[in-house]
């Protein structure tokens, strides 16, 4: 960033932590108070910018779709470049359709925006078959664009199957995937429902609070009373009990989340929260001790949901208990108790004595209704730390409740500074028949420790017979009835004239998530930067003195008989949206 631009135009973060000093020192805790909220929007910042991406898959390279078979080729029209890439199926198991997650690495002059263009294509019996992705976590670094491209893939076992993802389409629109997965409310307090279950987000902090298994008599599980005097949930962790048994710190205390991320989409739902947790007697003790990370995945079509967390230990702690695993139910939903060993055979009754401490999977089950809800414990280990104990007992009849497990992973109580406890787990609720229920349970957790090996895909083949349809809905492949290029070019007039001296316009902000033309009406999707600046008529309609509102703009196309623009808040906007002219133009680089 050059410094005669954009630091001319904020404050670093050495001059703010002098500024947040000298205030500490004088005792002026309402400036002390606004600098520590100002230095949490530059990390925000920092962050779009700066964070370390996942590594994208070694070895794939990019092509262009002229090399492409003409059968092919014809298809693909619209789109000007690919990447081939493998998956193969190693555990020796028919896998039904499952969360396959890689990251896209391209030139940032090769596609405008990932989310809009990227699609993914399954090479099958001599045809390309489309396959609904969903593009999420999208950023920009140097010369490079970068995006998490999720789908799901079944198959047989030992099977290798061949993909290729396409992008390079500046006419490409938003997809628009038929899905069960539907996500309901603003922030982190959402209800989430696909065909198995309806989980129910706790409006104040973003736990787990209820999940509806949807079948028959639809069961809700549910935890009731009061809690410890925070809202009741399903799900309690994480947590810990401070030396000396002063007090139990919980994320479950959380007035608000500290921080949080949402994605929604046709294919996948992420909530996830951080921060260290709260005092019963919050904010009289806020110690900055053990952070604390978990995120939730709710999938389409999946009767399952994965949970991750950490714990990091920022410096040396002396705790009287910790869990990482809590799950609480009211009333008496089920009849047996089910886990599994080191070996992953499901068993049903107590726990063996000597696999108390070495437990992974733990859960219920109605020898009657055939309900059921299992915790699959993928991945559990620690850093810095002696091994760690795999407990969580399940307890039928816990009182004043249902049924509880509850995992205190640490075999010490000193945890050194930089230990960090990691958690994989898969949370099922499937029909639990006798014979079949077992070998199900067992056989989705070998999977979900073997996923899909990813791959580059050195040979992609060649088409053996006429390729049907194509790839392009109506409008993407150079035959919108409206040019779009001409209606990119129209918003380029389109200025922010709250920054009046830098001449930016709506698309090199990156305020534009999409165009659709259906005939002479033109449909726009923006965004605004913050939620400090709501109203999109602004924008839209020159409200505030606005010169040159996108409607205005747009009518002067030829051809243009309407214009609708929609407001979305999904993803969030940030720098990585500006265009390499929209970060000139804010200084952002040298």
């Known amino acids: 960033m050059s410094e005669s631009g954009y630091w001319e135009r904020t404050d670093t973060f050495e001059q703010k932590m002098k500024l947040l000093e000298a205030a500490w020192k004088r005792n002026d805790f309402r400036v002390v108070r606004a600098l520590t909220n100002s230095l949490r929007i530059m990390a925000m910042q920092a962050q779009a910018e700066e964070e370390n991406p996942r590594s994208p898959v070694t070895g794939v390279r990019e092509d262009t779709v ?15 470049r690919f990447q081939a890439f493998a998956l193969d199926e190693t555990a020796g198991q028919n896998r039904p359709p499952e969360p396959v997650e890689l990251t896209l690495r391209v030139a940032a002059d090769h596609a405008d925006s990932l989310a809009r263009e990227v699609r993914v294509a399954r090479i099958a019996d001599g045809e390309l078959r489309e396959v609904p992705c969903q593009v999420f976590g999208e950023i920009r670094r140097g010369q490079e664009r ?184 009211s009333g008496q939903s089920f009849t047996d108790i089910l886990w599994m060993g080191p070996d992953g055979k499901l068993r049903t009754g107590p726990v063996a004595p000597e696999f108390a401490d070495n437990i992974w999977a733990v859960g219920f089950c109605n020898n009657v209704s055939k309900d059921s809800f299992l915790a699959l414990f993928l991945e559990h280990r620690g850093e810095g730390l002696p091994e760690l104990k795999h407990s969580g007992s399940p307890m039928m009849y816990y009182r004043w409740h249902g049924h509880v497990w509850s995992r205190y992973p640490l075999p010490v109580k000193n945890v050194p500074a930089g230990a960090v406890l990691h958690q994989k787990n898969a949370y ?139 407001q979305t808040w999904e993803p969030g906007w940030n720098s990585n949206r500006l265009t390499p002219e929209g970060r000139r133009k804010l200084g952002l680089d040298s």
């Not at 007697?281 to 999946?302: N, Q």
């Not at 989705?444 to 580059?456: C, V, W």
């Not at 999409?514 to 999707?525: A, E, K, L, S, T």
């Open 146 to 329: 970068l995006g998490k491209v999720l789908f799901l893939a079944g198959g047989a076992a030992h099977q290798r199957q061949s993909y290729l993802i396409f992008y390079g389409n500046p006419d490409a629109e938003l997809p628009q995937y038929p899905s069960d997965l539907e996500t309901r409310g603003e922030g982190y307090g959402l209800d989430i429902e696909n065909d198995f279950f309806r989980a129910k987000l706790s409006r104040q902090m973003g736990q787990l609070e209820r999940l509806t298994i949807k079948r028959e008599h639809g069961l809700e599980l549910f935890a009731g009373g009061e809690g410890h005097g925070e809202p009741p949930g399903i799900d309690w962790a994480h947590d810990y009990v401070t030396s000396g048994r002063l007090q139990k710190l919980r994320i479950t205390l959380w007035e608000t989340c500290p921080d949080y991320e949402v994605v929604r989409g046709p294919l996948c739902t992420i909530v996830r929260r951080w921060g260290f947790p709260y005092s019963p007697v919050h904010p009289i003790f806020s110690p900055a001790r053990i952070h604390m990370d978990v995120e939730y995945r709710f999938y389409s079509g999946l009767p399952w949901f994965h949970k991750t967390g950490t714990m990091t230990a920022l410096k040396d702690v002396e705790v009287d208990a910790l869990r990482d695993d809590e799950w609480v139910f």
């Open 428 to 566: 099922v609720a499937i029909p639990f028949p006798t014979k079949e229920g077992p070998r199900q349970l067992e056989d989705l957790r070998h999977r979900l420790l073997n996923p899909y090996q990813i791959s580059a895909l050195a040979n992609h083949g060649s088409a053996s017979r006429e390729q049907g349809g194509q790839l392009a809905r109506p409008g993407e492949a150079g035959d919108s009835p409206i040019s779009k290029k001409a209606l990119w070019d129209a918003l380029g007039g389109c200025k922010d004239e709250q920054l009046y001296a830098s001449d930016i316009n709506v698309v090199d902000l990156g305020l534009v998530y999409d165009i659709r033309v259906r005939g002479d009406v033109v449909h726009v999707v923006m965004t605004m930067p913050h939620r400090g600046r709501p109203l999109l008529g602004y924008f839209t309609y020159g409200s505030g003195g606005n010169t040159t509102p996108v409607r205005q703009q747009l009518m002067k196309v030829p051809g243009v008989r309407k214009v609708v623009v929609e």
């Open 66 to 80: 002229d090399s492409l078979p003409a059968a092919w080729r014809a298809w693909a029209k619209g789109w000007s």
